[in-house]
């Protein structure tokens, strides 16, 4: 599985970004999708995850805030940004989970996409 992220950037406190992460090399439709997080010095976190049937998990810092969907006709995975916070600043990974149960684990996923850097200015 090929996972490609994107839709990163620099907003003000307050702003939208929308992240999106295209799969590629297996049928996405059996993925749980997931997206992490990493700021500097700290670990990288679970933000939300998405199974192959839609439901989601999201951590309670984002929830309200955060939306992922998927749209399976395009292999995609979206994460809606909404009401940024300067603590939201960190790269944003995508992840794949072979497995059709949603885990919050970062190493129960078992491919990974690229970062991208989310900044969010004060």
């Known amino acids: 599985v090929q996972l490609h992220a994107f839709g990163g950037g620099m907003v003000q406190a307050g702003g939208s970004l929308r992240l999106s992460c295209v799969a590629s090399?297996?049928?996405?439709?059996?993925?749980?999708m997931g997206w992490f997080r990493q700021a500097p010095g700290k670990e990288r976190d679970l933000v939300a995850t998405?199974?192959?049937?839609?439901?989601?998990h999201y951590v309670d810092s984002v929830k309200g805030r955060f939306t992922l969907s998927r749209d399976k006709g395009k292999n995609t995975v979206h994460l809606q940004m909404n009401s940024l916070k300067p603590e939201d600043t960190a790269v944003y990974y995508c992840?794949?989970?072979?497995?059709?149960?949603?885990?919050?684990?970062?190493?129960?996923?078992?491919?990974w996409g690229q970062g991208t850097q989310v900044t969010v200015s004060s």
């Open positions: 090399g297996r049928t996405f439709s059996t993925l749980v």
């Open positions: 998405i199974t192959e049937t839609g439901g989601t």
């Open positions: 992840a794949a989970r072979i497995s059709g149960v949603y885990s919050t684990k970062r190493s129960e996923y078992d491919y």
